[in-house]
């Protein structure tokens, strides 16, 4: 059983940065993909960030040239750097990732204040 868990969310001021990291257990196999969706309240959760075990990545729109995610050193771990955060950010953010099924963390609330 693969087992995801976020860290790094927290509270920051509008304009500021946050870095999440997400770290998979209990498998040795390398990841399909990863990803970090979000969830505002009173919305759909949302993609932000994918990245392919290839290297390929994928962003919302809404996120490019803001957000960057990326492989960690450590074996299924990925990171997801947030520059230039914005009010309209604030959300329960999840980490995704794909072996042979879908895997999803807990999820970790980032809070932008404007």
């Known amino acids: 059983q693969v087992r995801l868990v976020e860290s790094g969310g927290g509270l920051v001021q509008s304009g500021g940065s946050l870095r999440l990291s997400c770290a998979a257990s209990g498998t040795f196999l390398n990841f399909n993909t990863m990803a970090w969706y979000r969830q505002a309240t009173g919305k759909q959760r949302e993609l932000v960030a994918a990245?392919?075990?290839?290297?390929?990545?994928n962003y919302a729109d809404s996120v490019k040239g803001r957000f960057a995610i990326s492989r960690g050193n450590a074996r299924n771990t990925v990171h997801l750097q947030m520059n230039d955060l914005k009010s309209e950010d604030t959300a329960v953010y999840y980490c995704y990732g794909r072996w042979s099924i879908d895997y999803w963390g807990q999820g970790t609330q980032v809070t932008v204040s404007s």
């Open positions: 990245l392919t075990g290839g290297g390929t990545t």
